[in-house]
C-alpha cells in the first residue's frame, strides 16, 4: 500500500503571490484545512509549500494582520514535506511523524504534485484494517467453537 494509492488526488492549489484572503476563500468553498502552493514549471504544478489554516490563525490572525496585505508566500510553511506516490504508508506515518506534520503532498517521480495525503486519512485506513482483523479473529474462535461442539 503505497501513497499513490491512497491520496486524495483533488488537491487545492494557490500560487504563493496570492493573499492570504485568496486562500481563506478557497479553504471555506472547497472545506478542507490546507492549500498547497505550487509554481507552474512547464505547465505543471511543483509543491513549493504549503498553507494550513492553522497557519492563518497563528500568523494572520493572532498577530491582527490585513488578510488582503499579506500574500501566502509571506506565511506559508517554508520546509515543505513530501512524499512519493511509491511511499509506503507506513514510511508516510514515519516522515509525518519525523517532520512533525499532518498533511503531505504527494509528488511523482519528477517532482510533480499528483495528490495530497493527511494523518486523518491513514488513521481512516488503518482503524478501518484494524476491524478487518478484528472481525477475521471473531470469525476464526466461532469457527472453532463450531467444529467443539
Do not use: W
Amino acid at each position: 500500500m503505497s501513497a499513490g494509492e491512497y491520496c486524495n488526488r483533488e488537491v487545492v492549489v494557490i500560487n504563493k503571490d496570492a493573499s492570504v484572503r485568496d486562500a481563506v476563500n478557497l479553504l471555506r468553498n472547497f472545506h478542507v484545512g490546507d492549500v498547497v502552493v505550487v509554481e507552474q514549471v512547464a505547465g505543471k504544478n511543483h509543491p513549493i509549500g504549503i498553507l494550513t489554516d492553522r497557519d492563518i490563525v497563528l500568523e494572520v490572525l493572532a498577530k491582527d494582520v490585513d488578510m488582503t496585505s499579506v500574500t501566502i508566500g509571506d506565511v506559508m510553511s517554508l520546509k515543505l514535506v513530501t512524499v512519493t506516490e511509491q511511499t509506503s504508508l507506513l514510511d508516510t506515518l514515519e516522515s509525518m511523524r519525523q517532520h512533525g506534520v499532518r498533511r503531505l503532498p504527494v509528488v511523482d517521480s519528477t517532482g510533480v504534485l499528483v495528490g495530497i495525503i493527511t494523518l486523518d486519512d491513514l488513521l481512516e485506513l488503518f482503524a478501518e484494517q484494524i476491524s478487518k482483523v478484528a472481525a477475521l479473529m471473531k470469525s476464526e474462535q466461532r469457527k472453532e467453537e463450531k467444529q467443539r461442539s
